[in-house]
């Protein structure tokens, strides 16, 4: 099978699947004319490799993991964990700058120096009025 139908079957660029042959997550043969160009010949068993590379890169495995999973599979639920934590650690970051962004006073209009600002201001704990002592308002002091 030629790449051109591999990239059909794969939904991959021959620039990606030339990158995996080349970072050593598939090893298809190859015939080299007197130029030096390669010519590769892929079989089903690369196709549903680079499927499954595929997969593993839009959970955001890096190439490098993938690697070391195809050598040693004892790895895979280490770095499966490692990238929950990552995944988790950027989750977190993500919800704390989308509550910065719900703490903005949409009533207000902003220049672009002015609403950097206010979102890089420190959110903190306003104290609550008194007799409600039970809620915590949280807002960004950008005035």
């Known amino acids: 099978m030629k ?6 079957a794969t ?8 990158y995996y042959i080349e970072e050593g ?7 080299e004319n007197y130029l030096g160009r390669r010519s590769f010949e ?18 955001g495995f890096a190439v ?8 040693s599979p004892e790895s895979i639920i280490p770095l499966t964990t490692e990238l929950r ?3 988790e650690a950027a989750v977190s970051q993500e919800q704390e700058l989308l509550q910065t962004l719900y703490t903005l006073d949409t009533e207000q209009s902003y220049t672009v120096a002015r609403l950097a600002a206010c979102l ?3 959110v903190v704990d306003i104290a609550p009025p008194v007799g409600d ?11």
């Open 25 to 31: 997550l598939i090893a298809p043969s190859y015939t």
């Open 42 to 59: 892929y079989e089903e068993s690369h196709v549903q490799q680079l499927k499954d590379i595929s997969v593993l890169r839009k959970f």
């Open 3 to 8: 790449i051109k139908a591999v990239c059909e």
């Open 85 to 87: 934590q990552r995944k």
């Open 11 to 18: 939904g991959l660029t021959d620039r990606t699947v030339r």
């Open 64 to 71: 490098a993991e993938i690697r070391q999973m195809l050598q």
């Open 120 to 122: 890089s201001a420190p």
């Open 133 to 143: 002592g039970e809620r915590n308002i949280n807002a960004i002091i950008c005035k």
